[in-house]
């Protein structure tokens, strides 16, 4: 199936992408940024798993960025919507087999580190998969990557240097640390957010570990950022709501467009 939708879209488009992104819940105005775009209804695609996540589009928008050819995935499979990690990670394996090299992974997520505002962009320098699964599980397609891959350095860090320069370029903050990936769908608990805490957890999800687990599979260099959409369960007094979510997605928006403007040319580079 990767392959069969590999194919469509190669007839669907005049360059191939070097860099891919994925946009996350309420995050999906940088794809309006390409220009001559082609615009993709996932259900158009062989195999590709249908966004039913409100705030998710659901549409891979090819285009330049900046004169890079780039992939953007506005909307993603979640476990949490009764997908399998191998659907989750459907887009990456394709993008990858279209040649990506780079992919960028945009989400939402609530603040653990106290540090954290809500509102903020956040930089992932690691992971900590509790969703319980791996992509990689079952036999290993070896046209695809090894079967033990390394995750020591799952989020580039010469691509999190860039990332740094290009935020301080553009005045805007950014704090730096650990995701944490739940299964969701329903928000953790006050004693979930301090036992995420304990164990070195900054901000915590319900995506993007297995996408990545499936890049560095197949060698494509990774960079994960969050929009701190809300703090963590029990550290205000009040409850989580999805629209607080879409809402401070909405807010960062702007600022998500610009920074990653100025970032993608500089990881083609
Ligand atoms: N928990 C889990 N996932 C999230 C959150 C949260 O608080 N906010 C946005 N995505």
Known sequence: MIDEATRYLEGHITAKPT???????????????????????????????????????????????????????????????????????????????????????????????LTLERGGLFLISDHINLQGCNPLVGPNDESLGTRFPDMSDAYCRAYREIAKSVAAELCIPMAEGVYAAMLGPSYETPAEIRFLRAIGADVVGMSTVLEVIAANHMGIKSLGISCVTNMAAGILQQKIHHEEVLETGALVRDTLVRFLKALLPRLAA
């Open 19 to 113: 860099v891919g992104v994925v946009l996350g819940s309420g995050l999906g105005a940088f794809a309006d940024e390409l220009t001559e775009r082609v615009d993709i209804p996932y259900g158009e695609i062989p195999g590709w798993p249908g966004s039913t996540a409100i705030g998710h589009a659901g549409k891979l928008t090819f285009g330049q960025i900046e004169g890079v050819p780039a992939a953007v995935m506005a909307g993603r499979a979640h476990l949490y919507e009764g997908y399998t990690p191998a659907q989750v990670t459907y887009g990456v394996r394709v993008l990858g087999k279209l040649g990506v090299r780079s992919m960028v992974f945009t989400n939402a997520a609530g603040g653990i580190n």
